[in-house]
């Protein structure tokens, strides 16, 4: 059974830090490009970060870079988001995604987590 479990959301104020992390089960982790995407309350989902298999690669959304930091440990089947100088902007469910394209389009994703910045 596929599973990714995302953790480390919470509230935050503004200009503070959070670290995400998404635990992955049930695949071959190593072959799978790991993302982080969110979704604020009435707005669409849209990608924040990714990283590829072997971790060499890295992806930002604008909006993020500079502040947002994706990293894997492939030992640990996990994948962490590690955020600084949050935003009230920043404030949405953050779920995790893992991607392959080696037999047709494969997509998980994570249930989400909560992660609200605000004084």
């Known amino acids: 059974q596929v599973q990714l479990v995302e953790s480390g959301g919470g509230l935050v104020q503004p200009g503070g830090s959070l670290r995400l992390s998404c635990a992955g089960s049930?695949?071959?982790?190593?072959?799978?490009?790991m993302s982080w995407y969110r979704q604020a309350p009435g707005k669409e989902r849209e990608l924040v970060a990714s990283i590829a298999s072997t971790g060499r690669h890295t992806n930002y959304a604008d909006s993020v870079k500079g502040r947002f930091a994706v990293s894997r440990d492939n030992a640990k089947n996990t994948v962490y988001l590690q955020m600084h100088s949050l935003e009230p902007e920043d404030t949405a469910v953050y779920y995790c995604n893992a991607y392959s394209g080696r037999e047709g389009d494969v997509n998980y994703w994570g249930q989400g987590t909560q992660v609200t910045v605000s004084p």
């Open positions: 049930g695949f071959i982790f190593n072959d799978y490009a």
